[in-house]
């Protein structure tokens, strides 16, 4: 079974999701970021997958509806959203080991040895079936799934780990520097499903919250779980907060990503909007540009990210920007390296120019 | 129940191997779409699509009915295929035939009005406005009809209506057209009358077992209440080669003939899960319909491009259609042709030209099929075909 948090990174993407979990964030011109991971696991066939929301998952619900979209509608498994248990002794969670305990009685169900557990802002086109094998065959606890660090970018990581040439983990560093010669977590873990009981029943008993220090660190500090790696070689998009949010986003203008993102064997899935092929109009000037269906272009835009819906007037410049769904931008606009959320109206002559570290954002429904 | 079972002979390699009504339109539709989805959009639960020749991508496509929300318990959307019965069994012998051999399966939903459609045509229609005025009308049969100009009458069922609406007289392709009001071949029938109407045509070994030359007639020359529903809005029957290229291009312009986008009456498909289309520094974009999935390098005027096509650097295409999942190479240079589904254009190749420079016998839409590969620097001229 899978298990998905929409929730817990919400505070580090600002304003983009004052309004919505960042599982249902928009990403790529047509996607919102759970559509990875909930492929990812339809295209493994882990047909069961739990959501565990905290607050602000209208929108999430909304765009996963039936999800039949990722052909997960099924008779006797899908997806079940898991809002929180909140009860008298216990509230609203903190950590993932909390928000999982709440999740309790739908992970002990004795069909599913396995439990994937994965976060919904680490963007990759992965197969868990090899994981999974990998784990089985490692006879280890839980199996983190990681991206070797190739070289070695200034900031921090929440997760990094040291491995041995078996696989098996040495160290586990969490919030440091990223160094050389280790693996950087993806916030997916496998857990043998009686592991993650009996991890949930002590962490509910002395009060831990945090799933990587409170467990896993900690037990593995006191040699008391044997931990694998499972190394992935994919393209890893890591939207932690707003500039890496924006880089990556550019980043699918690249052939090499999208190629890595999007395959036609192991496709990304997402709402289906019936909307119609986009029309390029006399005057208008796309280049270097990932655009979606329903748009209406007749001014320029160049190295953007056009939304499904998005109008652009005569004489209207985007550079180096995000414009969501159905957002109309206004004749004689510049935009420059903002992120407009959905639906905002830009005036006409409106100027917005940003950088790349921190581009302008105009929230869902507003005006410029 | 939609007609669907045409091969489409005029649309030469374009139906080698499926079904007209598979055949792909505006970049990520197929002509199934319009009729599937003016059902939907009219209140209509029960589609039955009547099909004999290819069926299998049609079949795949259909599925369950999902993607036009006729996924339903009860009713929903039901492919019928010719099927063998116990003291005989056939092929469909005429769209009335058709009809005739799933009477059973109306029998089963107990209609009241049944609606008989084509699966080849482009329109948006609201039947709910047709079905009230047949029941208004009290008809035993309604016929939607087009005002056409005169001299093009002669193609089609001709209908002469009194000051009401009410049908005297019919005629099939005639010579001498009395009317301008063409049928659309869209039909309203009381269940009871079509039931008795199509048991008798079954009957009559001199019948050709059609609708327009057949059942129609028959019905006027009984007296029956036959009226004629006036249909104001885009409508065209894409049988052939050129009609289907030009209802593709009527969707372009600031003011298309067509208008896909508009939020009523909208055209559902069923889609694939691509990304947006990608459009390079080096490319050239004008007056043109792109569909998600494309990456685009070349230059492209006046023109629909499918989903999940490739127009590769110092490509030039220009008024054409080109269908889902194509490439185009470099340098091949493609004006006024349809570019099949799955075809491949290799590079220096040159398809199809103005009609500026042909007299107008010899000119017409170059046509490479489905599945096609067409050789580098290959010179295919207009009207030709791969």
Redesign the interface.
Known sequence: MGIIFSNIHDSSLGELTNNRTVASLPF????RQIDFVL?NMSNSGINYIGIITKYNYRSLMDHLGSC?DWDLNRKNEGVVFLPPFATGDMGVYKGKLEALYSAVHFINNPRYDYVVVCDSTVLCNLNFRPAIRHHIQSGCDVTVIAKKVSEVPDRKSQFLIKANNRNRITEILIDTYVRPDTYEGMGMFIFSRKVLMEALEEAYSKGLTHLERDYLQRKFNENTIKLSVYAFDGFVLDNQDIPSYYANNMA??N?SV?DG??KNDF????K?R?E???????G?R?????????C?IHGTA?NS??FRGVSVAPDAQIYSSIIMQGTKVGRGAVLECAILDKNVTVRDGTVLIGTPDHPVIVQKGETA | MILAGGQGSRLTVLTENTAKPAIPFGGKYRLIDFPLSNCVNSGIDTVGILTQYQPLQLNEYIGNGMPWGLNSSNGGVHVLSPYSKSASSEWYRGTANAIYQNISFMERYHPANVLILSGDHIYKMNYAEMLASHVNNKADCTIAVLDVPIEEASRFGIMSADENCKIYEFQEKPKEPKSTKASMGIYAFRWEVLKKYLTEDNEDSNSSNDFGKNVIPKLVADGRRLFAYEFNGYWKDVGTVSSLWQANMDLLGENPLLDMGEARNRIYSRNYSHPGSYIAPESEIVNSYIAEGSTVYGKIYNSIISTGCLVEKDAEIHNSVVMPNAVIETHSIIRYAIIGEDATVHAYAKIGDDPEFYEKNRWDIAVVGREKEVPQKKILLPKEVY
Not at chain 1, 267 to 270: D, E, G, N, S
């Open positions: 790529g011109g047509r996607y492929s039949n699918l203008l052939k999208r993102l999007f496709p990304i899935y997402t289906v019936d119609v092929p986009t029309y390029y109009g006399e208008s796309i280049t270097d540009c990932l655009v979606a269906d329903g209406t160049e990210i056009l």
